[in-house]
């Protein structure tokens, strides 16, 4: 299963890229964090895998993220036009899924986040829920983008929200 979303943010460029960058920031926007540790490398850095846990709802959820592009490698000074990419693969239980984000000037302080999202399923029941449910990835993804947006453009933090 593969999808892109998309979602403007009125914020520039260099601070979307640094802000989604940094993993002090996480906890704000990252709805149901739990845990995200490296396992070995630099958070962010390209070949970095990172111990991940998400709750959701009264479960929760463990993968391994390998970080697999990041371009460019110093966000600390992006030139105009330049296209920021942040690719990761994630890899759980039953599940393979690859996030391939796409950071481009929408305009004067305005950002296009652009999402691609390819999951595969082993496994059952996994294979059931992304048949039968497919719909809800989408969702998570668009709510995870929908939250940093709000993060950014006012400071927003998921862990005041009342769900």
């Not at 979602?7 to 845990?35: F, K, S, Y």
């Not at 709750?55 to 330049?82: K, N, W, Y």
């Not at 399923?121 to 929908?146: E, T």
């Not at 709000?150 to 998921?158: K, L, Q, W, Y």
Request: net charge negative; glycine share 8%.
């Amino acid at each position: 299963m593969t999808y892109t979303v998309s979602i403007e943010i009125a914020v520039p460029l260099e601070r979307v890229a640094q802000l989604l960058a940094d993993p002090v920031q996480l906890p704000m926007w990252l709805r149901g964090l739990v845990v995200h540790e490296p396992l070995n490398g630099r958070h962010g850095q390209v070949g970095t895998e990172s111990r991940v846990v998400l709750r959701m709802g009264q479960r929760e959820f463990e993968a391994v993220e390998t970080i697999t592009r990041r371009e460019p490698a110093d966000l600390s000074s992006i030139p105009s036009g330049t296209v920021v990419h942040f690719e990761r693969k994630i890899v759980a239980e039953g599940m393979w899924s690859a996030a391939r984000e796409r950071l481009t000037e929408a305009g004067p302080g305005a950002t296009l986040w652009e999402s691609e999202n390819e999951y595969r399923f082993g496994g059952f029941l996994m294979r059931f829920v992304g048949l039968v449910m497919p719909g809800a990835f989408r969702k998570q993804s668009r709510q995870h983008m929908n939250d940093f947006t709000e993060f950014a453009e006012h400071g927003t933090d998921v862990r005041e929200a009342k769900d």
